[in-house]
């Protein structure tokens, strides 16, 4: 069975923090569960540690799933259907 590279690589992109060089994801980060990141949570990741005010643009302390989605950026697009 023949299968192109380009379809392999398209299937294994990456959509998830771990997969973006990520070390953890906002389930890992909120260990009190309450929806939100805190400055102290956020010292998991030091790339978000070190820009918290950029992420949290409400201004409200936490960084929210949204905002977390933000930073993470945008993911990839899915593979095309095969033909």
């Not at 890992?28 to 005010?53: Q, V």
């Not at 992420?55 to 960084?63: Q, S």
């Not at 977390?68 to 945008?74: K, T, W």
């Amino acid at each position: 069975m023949k299968t192109s590279l380009g379809a392999v690589l398209l299937a294994c992109a990456p959509i998830s923090a771990f997969a973006q060089g990520f070390s953890v994801s906002f389930e890992s980060l909120d260990t009190d569960g309450n929806g939100r990141i805190d400055k102290e949570e956020a010292r998991e990741e030091s790339r978000l540690y070190g820009s918290f005010l950029t992420y949290d643009t409400d201004g409200d302390g936490t960084i929210s799933r949204r905002e977390y989605q933000r930073f993470l950026g945008p993911r990839p697009a899915p593979p095309p259907p095969e033909q």
